[in-house]
């Protein structure tokens, strides 16, 4: 009986997430408020912003993230430089909400990935590996804060990622009929969530390239003078030639079965090189529109094989920077003409702040010591509760004996 | 009046303390029955092993130790390869106390350090890395598991060590006058508790090289055929070489005024080959007696200097291998022949298993919210609670809303 009373008592929290995607661009802060009651999770965003790094931080990251030696020195004194600069974000982001420090009850800080390696058939466990010192985050903010989201999962055997699905649940389950999220980021993941799904029911995984490709093929047109294709209106010059569109889309990543996950490490520079080694004598603004229609198709094409026969999807809801991509999103449209696409923006939410409020949402479920990985999603073998906690100054509150 | 009344409420916990040191042998495994009421703490060993490392594991364990550029993904990999092995020692040290592990409310697992860095003066934050995933020691065990110790100190811009001086503390200060707790490791430190002290009278600090020097000789005059001088029988056989002995006493450090810490980087293999290169024409017995002077009078040199001017002392109090070198000992006692010289095993404790003891108590502290550094000792600005909590199945009873 009581521990009935318990479930159904409503929790409110005030929480910052903290991540720095793979693109190393800087780090985004959300101050969420969260209310639970039961199994409901109402995220409200307070505030957002994305703080970029200093270019120095940036290239730092990005050595460490790609090259295979680094200096084991330097690695340390950087995941204090780091913590530090994710304690200064959530400072900032309480101020720019106007929220005391004191009225914060939790961090929940991804990190930034130097690497991520999912298990593999020689090595049954995998590693993520998130810097961002959060011993410094608790020193700047006195809050407490969860961090090391991924390991948990994966000492279960799981990748680890994807972990938004479990935000995407509890922000969409509740429309009534079955929808997908797609994030376009530098790879694409969809998150699908049946009409009336309990958070078992829910499916994702990478559906392949995101803007990946098409960024490096716009670096390599314009010779590094533009990093993306602002709107896709390169793409939209140019004529997507079929021939070698089919030819890319038989790579068999878009055949395996889910769960599945891809990286840097399987269309990245060295598959964009590819690209190009085969596009000889293609104009660049074929080539761009084509590799931008590659993006489109490999989505499609795992919605049809892997979605569509299991579940009744009647829309498809946007996020991540290709969803700002005019030329990508009509040949989505084109590639699924039944369902109807919508963005983030649509149901109010700020796309670009969804993976932050994620992992506030994470550090909640921490600190209620719920399990927050998908099994079905990450691989695991098991759900159990994800992070580390960091004990602040709040922390006797949130600790027993 | 429901505060005072909580902490004078006795808890109880079993816990396991795991911890392998700077030598990289083996995992220390203790499993310790604590009882606390307000400021007091029993720490009773239930059971103690060492659990050798195989040898591939301790040659990666030194080779990451020690190169200064590291395979990234390695690293990685090992951190789940010794995780596993510390979840290994738990479950064996378990089993060897006949405890289940469903009755054990924590693990306090320092993990294997690779890097300490104290803070310099050109980056005030120092930084201290262990590796072993706790995630894995969780999976195992599903005992919710703390872990990174230091870094909570080292954020507040301490040394993050020494932190075993809170453990000394609560086996010795009841003892009822002054002592020195003596720890001869690879390196030595020594933690003073003044008669009636209470834990802010503590003073702890590194005296200078332990067994570290002593080795290095006499692997390098059995041209490595042994390791360590057993009972100190060699340096017995050799004559202090009195005008050598109080060149090397000249040592800056020696001097330097506490809180001071030192390591192999100032006492280590290159230091060793100094002192070689400089003793040549000497006997090596008379080389390893010299050494084993230097090791005894720069300990009784520091406590003539920084101990004995502040705090009467009636007893030294030796552990670590160092108490097991008779020579060592005898010129310990020849040099401080007003105090009387016992040994943790005189109190009943095993000396080997103090380390793991300590990580085992710090956990508790963790759990319970309460600070555990000594900021006089490792120089952090202010007490913070140590560690990061890794949840476990027994999490929610320690977590609350």
Redesign the interface.
């Known amino acids: 009986m009581k521990n009935s009373k318990k479930h159904t008592q409503k ?1 409110r929290k005030q929480i910052i997430g903290l991540i720095s995607g793979t693109s190393s661009d800087g780090i985004d802060a959300a101050l969420v408020d969260i209310e639970a009651q039961g199994h409901e999770r109402k995220v409200d965003l307070k505030a957002f912003e994305t703080y970029a790094y200093p270019k120095k931080i940036r290239s730092k990251i990005l050595e ?1 993230a790609h ?7 330097e ?3 950087f ?2 430089i780091l ?1 530090d600069l994710f304690g200064d974000a959530a400072l900032a982001i309480a101020k720019k909400a106007k929220v005391p420090l004191s009225q914060i009850d939790l961090i929940g800080s991804h990190g930034q990935t ?2 991520h ?1 999912p298990p593999t058939a020689s ?1 049954n ?1 995998g ?3 998130q810097i961002a ?4 985050i ?2 700047k903010t006195k809050v407490t804060t969860v ?2 989201f991924r ?2 999962d ?3 055997g799981g990748h680890g990622a994807p972990l938004t699905p479990y935000l995407h649940y509890y922000l969409f389950h509740q429309v009534g009929y079955g929808v997908a999220i797609q994030n376009i980021g530098g790879m694409s993941n969809v998150t699908v969530i049946p009409s009336n799904a309990s958070l078992k029911d829910v499916v994702a995984f990478d559906t392949g390239p995101g803007n990946a490709l098409i960024d490096a093929m716009v670096s390599h047109a314009t010779r590094g003078k533009k990093q993306f294709d602002a709107d896709g209106a390169m793409a939209a010059k140019g004529k997507v030639q079929t021939l070698f569109l089919n030819k890319l889309l038989k790579h068999p990543f878009f055949f395996k079965k889910p769960p599945k996950s891809t990286g840097r490490e399987e269309f990245g520079v060295v598959f964009a090189k590819h690209i190009l080694s085969l596009a000889k004598g293609m104009s660049m603004e074929d080539l761009i529109a084509t590799v931008t229609a590659l993006t489109a198709h490999s989505i499609s094409e795992n919605y049809f094989r892997f979605v569509f026969p299991k579940t009744k999807i009647r829309e498809i809801i946007l996020g991540g920077g290709g969803a700002k991509n005019k030329t990508l999103v009509h040949f989505l449209k084109r590639c699924m003409p039944m369902i109807s696409h919508k963005r983030f923006e649509d149901y109010g939410y700020n796309s670009s702040a969804i993976e932050a409020m994620a992992f506030a949402l994470l550090a909640f479920e ?4 719920t399990c927050a990985n998908l099994p079905e999603v990450t691989g695991a073998q098991r759900e ?2 994800l ?5 602040g100054a709040n ?7």
């Open positions: 929790i460490l090259a295979e030696k680094i200096i084991l020195d690695l340390c004194s995941q204090i913590g130097i690497r390696l090595f466990r590693m993520s590996f010192e959060a011993a410094m608790v020193c961090s090391d390991v948990n994966m000492a279960w921490t600190s209620q010591g159990v509760v992070g580390k906690v960091t004990p922390f006797r509150s949130i600790c027993l004996k």
